[in-house]
């Protein structure tokens, strides 16, 4: 069994930050990535950051400049800093785990910005 437990949303004014994370536990071997997507109603989920074991890290265009993805591997915990926040990063936030052969996604947290 694996688990995600995330934290860290709620609702920030415009140009505000908030900090999100996600801790794996149980059996997880071995991690490929850790990661952030984001999810507003009718709309795919779509990629945030994703931090690989290696070290490297991929952000959406749109968040560029404005979220880091910083990583525990000791912990097994991933965070979405998030910065200069704007009404339309109001979403739900999903952490995702990717192991060798499977993946798992979060409960996720809603991140609310208002204008």
């Known amino acids: 069994q694996v688990q995600l437990v995330e934290s860290g949303g709620g609702l920030v004014q415009a140009g505000g930050s908030l900090r999100l994370s996600c801790a794996a536990s149980g059996d997880i071997g071995s991690i490929k990535s850790m990661g952030w997507y984001r999810q507003t109603p009718g709309k795919q989920r779509e990629l945030v950051a994703v931090?690989?074991?290696?070290?490297?890290?991929n952000y959406a265009d749109s968040v560029k400049g404005r979220f880091t993805i910083p990583r525990n591997s000791a912990k097994n915990t991933v965070y979405l800093q998030m910065n200069s926040l704007k009404p339309e990063d109001t979403a739900v936030y999903y952490c995702?785990?990717?192991?060798?052969?499977?993946?798992?996604w979060g409960q996720g947290t809603q991140v609310t910005v208002s204008s």
């Open positions: 931090a690989s074991s290696g070290g490297s890290t």
């Open positions: 995702r785990l990717d192991l060798l052969f499977r993946y798992y």
